[in-house]
């Protein structure tokens, strides 16, 4: 399918410390996809800089409205959760080593569905993410949160269908 969307049909979804499914609210989300690291290669050849192939990183940064709502997980793959609040989700992830399945998905012209673009990993024992800065910002009552990669982890991969709980 053809066509463009708006921020508002791009959602967030992440695996709790129960490891179920959740949809985070987020106002604005970093850019999504995978980068590599690049170094001034000036010393070593004639290229200005180059890239580390061996080095990959795909960061997600996020922010939106401080909520404290609990609601149910998704009933099955492929099934977007009800809405979570972010304290509930994020608070309990800050600092865990635990990797989370993380999908950024992008719905559109509509709340994504199966065959939308999406960017994510499923986690399993060595691979996902982790969320390693969680804070809120009283004057506005809104939060910001940092996921980053497990140490070692699979790269996160654009697809179409649903990530899901490890």
């Not at 793959?77 to 998905?105: E, F, I, K, W």
């Not at 804070?135 to 140490?151: E, K």
Request: hydrophobic fraction near 35%; charge should be negative.
């Amino acid at each position: 399918m053809a066509g463009r969307t708006v921020s508002r049909f791009i959602n967030l979804v992440i695996s709790d410390d129960s490891n179920a499914i959740r949809d985070v609210p987020i106002n604005d989300i970093s850019v999504c996809g995978v980068v590599y690291e690049e170094q001034d290669m000036t010393a070593f050849q004639d290229a200005v800089k180059g890239a580390l192939p061996n080095m990959p990183d795909a960061p997600i940064d996020i922010s939106g409205p401080f909520d404290t709502t609990t609601s149910s997980a998704a009933s099955g793959t492929g099934t977007v959760p009800s809405l979570t609040g972010s304290h509930v989700v994020l608070m309990n992830l800050n600092g865990g080593m635990t990797p989370r399945s993380v999908d950024v998905q992008f719905g559109i012209q509509r709340t994504w569905t199966t065959d939308d673009p999406q960017f994510g990993i499923t986690a399993s024992a060595t691979s996902g993410y982790v969320v390693t800065s969680y804070t809120v910002n009283g004057s506005d009552m809104t939060y910001s949160a940092s996921l980053r990669l497990y140490p070692g982890s699979l790269l996160p991969a654009w697809g179409t269908e649903a990530e899901a709980a490890a």
